[in-house]
């Protein structure tokens, strides 16, 4: 989330499972296109305060509130694993209990501030970002801004989940201008290590920088999985050697970037970073390799988020207009800011180009009052078409289809009304992702919700498990 030009911004996401541990079930073909009643028309008016509105083809079948410590902190990303889902809060991490999607239940609560906190797992290993400054790297710590930057820690904090119910606290690595999210990038076959991507920028005023300008690069830890402790800093590669995007009245700097996906099986990254959309070579994990670079002044003001498809043909790329702070699903924003674009990608080798083909917004109005935003999305593993669900903040849930580049749609949708009828109060998804069957959101302010999705576009999918799921780290299904 960002309320300023350079001001904190809410991450967003996209992607998929975990490579040696996606177990694919037999597929079932999905069937023809569903009739309109599917779907049904879109509310006339946006829904009253806390009125839940949503197409015929999407339900919700649970929802369980936040808890104390976390109640009045922001729920940030998930990550997956087995019968459990990792959700981050400004103020730590939540572990659920999703075995029965229906029936979810705290398993325990980690209290560790450290804005966004955003989540990732591998075996029995979580990742943490922490990208505000804090006086210590320990759970206790304390938010500091008086000391030098030197004395300052940022970075990643690595938890042992191996018992999902207490995890245990093993190691911090302290990264430049922190981590406001990372990725998590398998190493190459027979590697018994991870790599973690770590995206980050400037989100001080000028007088307390965390970091030194310009800030063109990511860091690279690489984690032993047998021996996490060793983990560390190995490569600070800077992207941008020629500046990136400058910067414009509407379009953020490129001074880092915000989100990183990877695409092991294909060595692709795609990147969002703040005033380029990126296309990156990750044949060496450490030394990531600019492709090429895309730009859209005229519509996309912060480069936020990407997902590939399954093939690894398309990009959908994300705007955070406003910063995940501000009422830009109306008309007087319009279609084209504030939302998805996609990109495919044509060529080969270093040849390889990002094509823009169209955008993509929720088509419903908002009221002034609510925040509203494209966010964090993953694909929805549908055999043959570019389907995901995603996250618009009180824009609510979005499913739809891109199997047309050039003609997207939304095909269902699952929405709260405003927070408050008169005074814009930050809330709503801040991620939806597919995960075994169903749709997990966190809400900024609510908490869980799961939602069903009965349509038959979607059918195959229910078929399709992951053993881990981390949506920045897509594989094909």
């Not at 044949?283 to 990407?306: G, K, L, M, Q, Y």
Request: with cysteine; net charge positive; glycine share 10%.
């Amino acid at each position: 989330m960002h309320t300023a030009p350079r001001g904190r911004r809410l991450r967003l996401l996209a992607g998929a499972g975990a490579a040696a541990t996606l177990l694919l079930s037999l597929l079932v073909a999905p069937g023809g296109p569903a009739a309109a009643a599917d779907r049904g028309p879109a509310p006339s008016t946006p829904p009253a305060v806390d009125e839940i509105s949503s197409s015929r083809n999407l339900r919700q079948i649970a929802h369980l509130p936040k808890q104390a410590p976390f109640t009045d902190t922001p729920g940030t990303d998930w990550a997956f694993q087995g019968g459990y889902a990792y959700g981050g809060n400004y103020n730590g991490f939540t572990v659920y209990d999703i075995r029965r999607p229906s029936r979810p239940r705290i398993v325990t609560q980690v209290l560790c501030p450290g804005a966004q906190n955003d989540v990732s797992v591998r075996g029995n290993l979580l990742f943490l970002s922490t990208d505000s400054q804090r006086t210590d790297d320990s759970c206790a710590s304390a938010g500091s801004t008086a000391a030098a930057p030197g004395a300052r820690w940022e970075g990643i904090k690595i938890f042992d989940i191996s018992r999902p119910a207490s995890p245990r606290y093993l190691k911090s690595v302290k990264t430049a201008c922190g981590s406001h999210t990372h990725t998590l990038v398998p190493g190459k076959r027979g590697e018994r290590n991870v790599y973690l991507y770590v995206s980050s920028y400037n989100l001080a005023p000028a007088s307390l920088p965390n970091c030194e300008l310009p800030h063109d690069k990511i860091s690279i830890v690489k984690v032993p999985l047998r021996h996490p402790e060793r983990a560390a800093v190995v490569a600070t590669p800077v992207l941008f050697p020629d500046g990136g995007f400058p910067g414009s009245a509407y379009g953020s700097a490129t001074t880092g970037c915000h989100d990183i996906t990877v695409f092991p099986q294909k060595n692709l990254a795609a990147g969002a970073c703040m005033g380029d959309g990126v296309l990156f070579d990750i044949s060496r994990r450490t030394a990531p390799r600019v492709i090429t670079t895309v730009r859209d002044e005229a519509n996309f003001a912060f480069w936020h988020s990407a997902t590939f498809n399954n093939a690894g043909t398309k990009v959908v790329f994300t705007d955070e207009l406003g910063g995940g702070g501000a009422a830009t699903c109306n008309a007087t924003v319009g279609p084209n800011r504030g939302a998805d674009a996609i990109y495919d990608i044509t060529g080969r080798g270093d040849n390889r180009r990002l094509e823009f083909r169209s955008y993509f917004k929720i088509p419903r109005a908002n009221t002034a009052t609510e925040n509203c935003v494209a966010h964090n999305g993953s694909l929805i593993p549908v055999r043959g078409r570019d389907i995901m669900v995603q996250a618009w903040y009180q824009g609510g849930i979005s499913v739809w289809d891109f199997t047309d580049s050039r003609n997207p749609r939304e095909i269902g949708f699952w929405e709260r009304g405003p927070l408050n009828a008169t005074t814009l109060t930050l809330g709503g998804s801040w991620s939806a992702y597919w995960y075994n069957g169903y749709v997990f959101s966190n809400d900024i302010q609510k908490g869980l919700d799961v939602i069903q999705v009965n349509d038959r576009r979607i059918r195959s999918a229910k078929h399709v498990r992951f053993r881990e799921f981390n949506a920045q780290t897509q594989y094909r299904y």
